[in-house]
Structure formats: structure tokens, C-alpha cells
């Protein structure tokens, strides 16, 4: 028994390593083929970064619809958007401070505050998404890219930032001289490579594939942990470690960005996953649940409220007269994360009684 646990504990690891490294693979090229069409880097950020940093959680969504494991979408769901935000967008504004543009504030930003109360309306009615539900999720998802093609099309002048999406963190330092200079002519060999579009159609598909491997691994080995070694819900695996690995593209590329000062991509990022993760997401893991809908639980409810006041705290944060996300807010944020999780845990083990 000892053995098989920790055979699903390596099998777990390695399916984060392939999400981890299959999104970045696929925002590479994705986000590369973007700029070549003159795409600004909010809108990268928004829409192309945005949903290669949720295809995790889209191929966790289907694994688990496909597997009957309704918990871990809802929970993969509700608990990547409270990561997103509290954690992800708290760490990047604590280390530099994130303008929001007016676009944002007026309109990105109450449309996620929107939809995570939709969210919670859905699920709540009937404790379950039904079919309908789902295509109306899928179909806001259509209409906010729609929006977003206009709004790039109407920045077609506007200059590119220098910023890329980077999921990988610089590791040069850690390695000796030799393996140092090993690795940075592989690192420039695949910059370079990145200029040419077959070589960034072809990392996308494999990062693809990756992503697609590691969630059925990352999905198959979370169900077993959670059942067979810990005995708890499969929901709560899916809040915390299934939420964490599915949300580590969005960390690296934003906390990356916000060290570069790269806000465009570290907001927008953030923003875009987060309504992708509902809409998107959402609605597929709806729709791939057959005719019996996709279950919400009391603790599917109880995760999604939490997402809700993670989206208001961040609307509410950034119409200050600087109208950007500080310090302050981003500690504000890594609190309510650590005060959120105390909870579940408190409440998992009989301490209180939240449901």
C-alpha cells in the first residue's frame, strides 16, 4: 500500500511537470504567433496567455467529466480562480506595483465579478449545471474572445511591448560554468527558433499533447490520493494540490512579468484566466458531463463564494488614485488565501462547522 502511494505521488508530480511544461510550450508558441500579427501584450495576455495557461485546467476538466469526478472540476475551478488571485496576482503586486487600465476597471473586471456570481447562481440552482447552463457559459466565452478580437483590431497601431510571456524561471545562476554555457546556447537556439511560425505551430500542438498527458496523470493519481491514502474528499484535493499545479503556468508567467514589469501580461493574464476558467472551463465541463449535469456540492458552493469576494477584492482595489493593485492589496490578498485555507482545513477536520 506504502509502495502504491508513493508511485501515485511521483505519477502526480510528473503530470504537473507536463502541465507546467506543456503550457509553457504551447504560450510560446501561441503568443509568438500572436505577436507576429501585431497584437498588443494585453490582449496577448487577455486571450492567447490566458487560455495556454488554463489548458490544465481545460484538460483536467474533460479527464475528470469523461471519469465522472464532478468534485474536481468544480473544485480544480473555484480553487485555480482563488489561486489566481489571492496568491498569483497578490505575490505580483506585492513585488511591483499593477496599473489597471480604464478598459479593465470598466469593463474586464465587474464582467468577472459578473460571472463568478453566475457561477455561484448556476450551481446553487438545483445543486447542479445542467446543459443549458453550460452553453450559456460557452457562448459568453465566444462573445467576451469577440470583444477582445475588436479591442485588438482597434490597437493595431499601438506599438508591442517588449514583454513575453515566460513560464520558465531563469535557473542559470544554480548551474556551474560548463552546464551554464551548455544551456544558454540551448536557450538561445530555441529563442532564435521562435522567430520562425512552423517551429511555433509545432510547439504549440506538442505543448498540446503535453498538457493532455499530464492532466490524465495529474487527475488518475489525485483520485487515488485523495480516496485510497488521505481518505478525503476528492473536492478538497482538487481546491488545493489539483487547484496549485493546475495554476503554476499562471504563476510563473505573471510573477515572471511582474519582475520585468511587464503588467500588461501579469494583469491580464490573471484576468483572462479567471474568466476563461469559468466560461470556458466551465461550460466544457458542463457539457462533458452528459445528460446528468455537472454536481455542485455545498463545499463547490462555499469554494465558488470564495472566488466571488477574490474577484470584488480585486475590483475593489484598484480604483484608488494611483487606479492600480499596490502592496497593500497584495498582502491583503496572501491573507485571505492563508485565512481561506486555515478554514477548509479547520473545517475538514471537525474544528468548525462551515457546512
Known amino acids: 500500500m506504502a509502495g502504491k502511494a508513493v508511485l501515485y505521488v511521483f505519477l502526480l508530480l510528473i503530470g504537473f511537470v507536463l502541465l507546467v511544461k506543456g503550457a509553457d510550450f504551447f504560450v510560446d508558441g501561441a503568443s509568438g504567433i500572436a505577436k507576429k500579427l501585431k497584437v498588443s501584450a ?33 473544485g480544480n475551478i473555484t480553487g485555480s480562480n482563488i489561486i489566481n488571485i489571492f496568491l498569483i496576482l497578490g505575490i505580483s503586486a506585492v513585488i511591483c506595483k499593477l496599473p489597471v487600465e480604464k478598459t479593465t476597471r470598466f469593463i474586464d473586471l465587474p464582467f468577472l465579478l459578473l460571472l463568478s456570481g453566475l457561477f455561484v447562481l448556476f450551481g446553487a440552482t438545483g445543486n447542479a449545471f445542467v446543459w443549458w447552463e453550460g452553453l450559456i457559459l460557452i457562448l459568453l466565452y465566444c462573445a467576451f474572445m469577440a470583444y477582445n478580437i475588436v479591442l485588438a483590431s482597434r490597437q493595431s497601431k499601438v506599438s508591442l511591448e517588449q514583454a513575453t510571456a515566460v513560464s520558465v524561471m531563469q535557473t542559470e545562476e544554480c548551474l556551474t560554468a560548463e552546464v551554464k554555457g551548455w544551456y544558454s546556447k540551448l536557450k538561445a537556439g530555441y529563442e532564435n527558433m521562435q522567430s520562425k511560425v512552423w517551429f511555433l505551430v509545432i510547439i504549440t500542438v506538442i505543448g498540446l499533447g503535453m498538457v493532455v498527458g499530464g492532466a490524465e496523470l495529474v487527475v488518475s493519481s489525485a483520485q487515488y490520493i485523495a480516496e ?8 478538497i484535493v482538487a481546491l488545493t494540490v489539483v487547484a496549485f499545479g493546475t495554476s503554476l503556468p499562471e504563476l510563473v508567467t505573471s510573477v515572471s512579468a511582474a519582475r520585468k514589469g511587464d503588467v500588461g501580461i501579469a494583469t491580464g493574464n490573471i484576468i483572462g484566466s479567471n474568466i476563461a476558467n469559468i466560461l470556458f472551463i466551465g461550460g466544457l465541463g458542463v457539457l462533458c458531463s452528459g445528460a446528468e449535469g455537472l454536481y455542485f456540492s455545498t463545499e463547490g458552493l462555499v469554494s465558488g463564494v470564495a472566488a466571488l469576494i477574490a474577484a470584488a477584492l480585486v475590483f475593489a482595489s484598484c480604483w484608488g488614485k494611483s487606479k492600480s493593485i499596490g502592496r497593500i492589496a497584495g498582502i491583503i490578498m496572501l491573507g485571505c488565501l492563508a485565512v481561506y485555507y486555515c478554514l477548509i482545513f479547520l473545517n475538514l477536520y471537525g474544528v468548525i462547522k462551515l457546512y
Open 228 to 235: 485510497e491514502v488521505i481518505g478525503i474528499p476528492p473536492e
Open 42 to 74: 494585453f490582449i496577448i495576455g487577455v486571450t492567447v496567455v490566458a487560455l495556454g495557461t488554463s489548458a490544465p485546467e481545460m484538460a483536467v476538466t474533460v479527464i475528470s467529466a469523461v471519469k465522472g469526478e464532478s468534485g474536481i472540476i468544480v
